[in-house]
């Protein structure tokens, strides 16, 4: 029976050891989860501050992007405007020309039956 609670006592000895070394093990490995989160959290908190200065900087772009098509537009109406009137300017010419011509001709066929 002594040789029964000592064996008892050693098994319950060698367990008490092994929940200790346990113990210790899930300790070390909890630090390690606690300082592996702590580094992940940083990690969102940088890649969200990132995130907002990205949006910040789409807004910008797309604000500067939607600004300059504007102004092309413009340009673009103005260059149309620019050639249509050109192209008016130069018919009023061509037509002005053409009177002339035609007064110019009137007038040399006149001189020529006078001189006949």
Known sequence: MVQ???NSIAIVDEVMRDLQ??????GVS???ELEHMKLIQKDIEYLNKEKEDFSV?????TQENQDLKQKFSDLLDQFQEYVNESETRMDEERQQQKVEQENLLSELN???????
Do not use: A, F
Request: hydrophobic content about 20%; overall charge positive; aromatic content about 0%.
């Open 4 to 6: 029964s609670q000592m």
């Open 21 to 26: 070394e346990h113990k210790k093990k899930e």
């Open 30 to 32: 909890i630090d390690k």
């Open 57 to 61: 900087q789409q807004k910008t772009l």
């Open 110 to 116: 006149n001189t020529i039956r006078e001189l006949e």
